[in-house]
Nanobody, 122 residues
């Protein structure tokens, strides 16, 4: 079993920065991809960023150039550095992992954290 715990959310003003962390425990070997997702009130969950086993990355168009996904394998921690934050970034942010090769979108992930809330005020 894999457990994921997000932290680092909070309230900041437009233009500010936050760094989210996701501590991963349990069976962490051979993870195919890890990612960050978000869900705003009344909206569907959205894929934000993904990092693959080979260290390649994916970013949603809405966050390209502003967000950076990274991982520290020694600490079993996934990060999301968020800069130039906008009110439309307000959402609950979730991290997730996938063990086997395949889709790394919202429907393809195997394990999920409970989320951390990010609120951006104008």
């Amino acid at each position: 079993q894999v457990q994921l715990v997000e932290s680092g959310g909070g309230s900041v003003q437009t233009g500010g920065s936050l760094r989210l962390s996701c501590a991963v425990s349990g069976y962490t070997y051979n993870t195919y991809c890890m990612g960050w997702f978000r869900q705003a009130p009344g909206k569907e969950r959205e894929r934000v960023a993904t990092i693959y086993r080979d260290s390649s990355t994916y970013y949603a168009d809405s966050v390209k150039g502003r967000f950076t996904i990274s991982q520290d394998n020694a600490k079993n921690t996934l990060y999301l550095q968020m800069n130039s934050l906008k009110p439309e970034d307000t959402a609950m942010y979730y991290c997730a992992t996938k063990r086997a090769a395949g889709r790394c979108d919202s429907g393809g992930m195997n394990y999920w954290g409970k989320g951390t809330l990010v609120t951006i005020s104008s």
